[in-house]
């Protein structure tokens, strides 16, 4: 069955984790409480992408987060991945759950309310919604959208929806009031010397937040 968690949404960048290591973050932030770990490589090609989702399939092996890989459908089904994220430039939704097939979980990046409420819930499992903030770690991205523009996406959408973009610790309660199921983040793990005390700051705020809703 599909099922996943967007509590804690990682995702990995080469650069950015290249102190700790790609895999090694990614197993330190699930053991810090990560839900879901994306491989978001686009340094190399398939080729590259399907060696580190192998070792990061491993490293995850047994735990209960889900590995997703980004933008690349051959290399997602290559490696055995529970799913793939594409852009809005990435070609249809459509066409990548026809190559996925319908186990598989299939993310989408939204902007705008309007592609909110264009999402198949059929087709799409969840949507990423953002930047809540302008980023560093995307470098010409979509204008900020603000927790406004993220409750916005989030009444239109008919699937659950993960918040990204600046996000850190302390956003925690407002990504939760607007309606997100959890939160994306790069810089806040991969930046960080301790990714596992990162991860567990961010979920322990999360679980926090959601007793008091
Ligand atoms: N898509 C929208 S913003 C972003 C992506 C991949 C990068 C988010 O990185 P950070 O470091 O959490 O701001
Ligand atoms: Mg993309």
Do not use: W
Request: a negative charge.
């Amino acid at each position: 069955m599909k099922t996943f968690d967007l509590s804690l949404y990682l995702v990995l960048d080469p650069g950015l984790c290249a102190g700790t290591g790609m895999i090694e973050t990614a197993r330190a932030a699930v053991a810090g409480g990560a839900t879901m770990v994306q491989l978001r490589d686009k340094t190399g090609g398939t080729d590259r992408l399907v060696e580190t989702g192998r070792d990061l399939m491993d490293a995850l092996a047994g735990t209960p987060a889900r590995v997703i890989v980004n933008d690349d459908v051959t290399a997602a089904i290559t490696i055995g991945a529970h799913g793939l994220h594409i852009g809005q430039g990435d070609g249809a939704a459509d066409e990548a759950r026809a190559r996925i097939g319908p186990a598989m979980i299939l993310g989408l990046s939204v902007e705008r309310p309007d592609l909110a409420a264009g999402v198949d819930p059929a087709v799409v499992d969840y949507i990423g919604a953002g930047p809540v903030f302008a980023t560093p770690t995307k470098p010409g991205h979509h204008a900020p959208i603000g927790f406004d523009g993220l409750a916005g996406i989030v009444r239109a959408s008919p699937v659950p929806a993960v918040a990204i973009g600046g996000l850190k610790a302390p956003h925690v309660g407002d990504v939760l009031a607007a309606g997100a199921d959890g939160l994306a983040v790069v810089s806040a793990i991969c930046g960080e010397s301790d990714p596992r005390s990162a991860a567990h700051a961010i979920a322990v705020r999360i679980a926090a937040s959601r007793r008091s809703i």
